[in-house]
């Protein structure tokens, strides 16, 4: 019995029904978000050394900041590991709390975490984060089943760690 390859098309009519239900359900959301996540209570932001320098308006050179970073006199909020920047704990400072709203959002500098979260494209699957209380997981099945067309079903698969991270999976309907 010979399988089937997924269509070449898939991952992209995925990622564009993801940035579809993103901009439908979540992003009108965020201004009445009871836990935002730019806030960084419970996600990590990966950054850029120009995000970074930009976002807590450094002055100082990249090697200056490390240094000053390894030696515990840098905002605590960053780690650096392999190149990049992780920021956990405190509000992004692009988010502006008095407007609920990015300051950065439609920016190029804008990091590409917060472009993915919550709902993403991963391959031929769709990734959801349900800890954004945006995410409607049956509406965003019945989006994908849509945007893919009746040829395929949709299977949810809970991280056996992280349970509130679903990917949903396309399988091809036989028969």
């Known amino acids: 019995m010979s399988r089937r390859k997924p269509r070449p098309r898939?991952?992209?009519?995925?990622?564009a029904a993801?940035?579809?239900y993103q901009a439908a359900a979540v992003i009108p959301h965020c201004p009445e978000c009871a836990k935002p996540c730019c806030k960084l209570e419970s996600l990590v932001?990966?950054?850029?050394?120009?995000?970074i320098?930009?976002?807590w308006r450094l002055d100082e050179s990249r090697p200056a900041f490390d240094r000053r970073l390894a030696a515990g006199k840098a905002p605590r909020e960053i780690r650096e590991a392999g190149g990049l920047y992780y920021v956990h704990g405190k509000p992004c400072p692009a988010y502006d709390d008095a407007g609920a709203c990015?300051?950065?959002?439609?920016?190029?500098?804008k990091p590409a975490g917060c472009s993915d979260f919550p709902v993403y494209e991963d391959g031929n699957r769709i990734t959801a984060d349900l800890r954004c209380e945006a995410v409607d997981l049956d509406a965003l099945t019945e989006s994908i089943a849509r945007a893919v067309g009746p040829g395929f079903?949709?299977?949810?698969?809970?991280?056996?760690?992280?349970?509130f991270i679903v990917s949903l999976t396309l399988k091809r309907k036989t028969g």
Request: aromatic share 10%; with cysteine; charged share 30%.
């Open 10 to 15: 898939l991952a992209g009519e995925l990622a």
């Open 18 to 20: 993801a940035a579809a």
């Open 45 to 51: 932001l990966e950054l850029e050394w120009k995000q």
């Open 53 to 55: 320098k930009s976002f």
């Open 102 to 109: 990015c300051r950065v959002y439609d920016q190029a500098i």
């Open 153 to 163: 079903r949709i299977v949810r698969t809970a991280d056996e760690e992280f349970p």
